[in-house]
Antibody, heavy 122, light 108 residues
Framework: QLQLQESGPGLVKPSETLSLTCTVS??????????WGWIRQPPGKGLEWIGS???????YYNPSLKSRVTISVDTSKNQFSLKLSSVTAADTAVYYC??????????????WGQGTMVTVSS | SYELTQPPSVSVSPGQTARITCSGD??????AYWYQQKPGQAPVLVIY???ERPSGIPERFSGSSSGTTVTLTISGVQAEDEADYYC???????????FGGGTKLTVL
């Protein structure tokens, strides 16, 4: 069945760029039925949507993070990636990648990766 | 920015019915979704498009919608249902996704 796996550094220095990749296995990232998204969860807090991408490259970002976020897709590798620039301690969180099941004008996340903890610290 | 409002906590005894609400101005226009998250685990989608249940989710989980409020109902609550529950929807345009703040369900 479809699986998603996040990968990337677990420790990032303040002011640097956080980079994560999500590898999709057991299915194609190029399916027209799905978006692919990033969600994060600071320790002890709730979920925050970061952004989503369609296989064609169309992106949707959380307005509160839009100036610092770039999400891209590599269909040849069945991967999509997150870059978050100018990080601070407030960006410390578990970062999840997930498949977005389209419904109406929006989407819900029906399959999630296990999550990866990213700490911002010098 | 658009927000969804959930109660921070709900407590019920085993076998009773738990109801968790989620309020937002755009809910009449956008579908709502519900996730269950247990400690140390990724969220699991338990309700989508307001009231549909994904494959593998027990029938005791149901969803409903009325105006600007959606409700997750868990009938015959079991100890294993103790978890955090999050609603999710979008702004009126559908391009900005948002999660509610989460509700901790405690099974007494």
């Amino acid at each position: 069945q479809l699986q998603l796996q996040e990968s990337g550094p677990g420790l990032v220095k303040p002011s640097e760029t956080l980079s994560l990749t999500c590898t999709v296995s057991g299915g194609s990232i190029s399916s027209s039925s799905y978006y692919w998204g990033w969600i994060r969860q600071p320790p002890g807090k709730g979920l925050e949507w970061i952004g989503s991408i369609y296989y064609s490259g169309s992106t949707y970002y959380n307005p509160s993070l839009k100036s610092r976020v770039t999400i891209s897709v590599d269909t040849s590798k069945n991967q999509f990636s997150l870059k978050l620039s100018s990080v601070t301690a407030a960006d410390t969180a578990v970062y999840y990648c997930a498949r977005g099941l389209m419904a109406g004008t929006t989407h819900a996340f029906d399959i999630w990766g296990q999550g990866t903890m990213v700490t911002v610290s010098s | 920015s658009y927000e969804l409002t959930q109660p921070p906590s709900v407590s019920v005894s085993p076998g009773q019915t738990a109801r968790i609400t989620c309020s937002g101005d755009a809910l009449p226009k956008q579908y709502a979704y519900w996730y269950q998250q247990k400690p140390g685990q990724a969220p699991v989608l338990v309700i989508y498009k307001d009231s549909e249940r994904p494959s593998g989710i027990p029938e005791r989980f149901s969803g409903s919608s009325s105006g600007t409020t959606v409700t997750l109902t868990i009938s015959g609550v079991q100890a294993e249902d103790e978890a955090d529950y999050y609603c999710q929807s979008a702004d009126s345009s559908g391009t900005f996704l948002v999660f509610g703040g989460g509700t901790k369900l405690t099974v007494l």
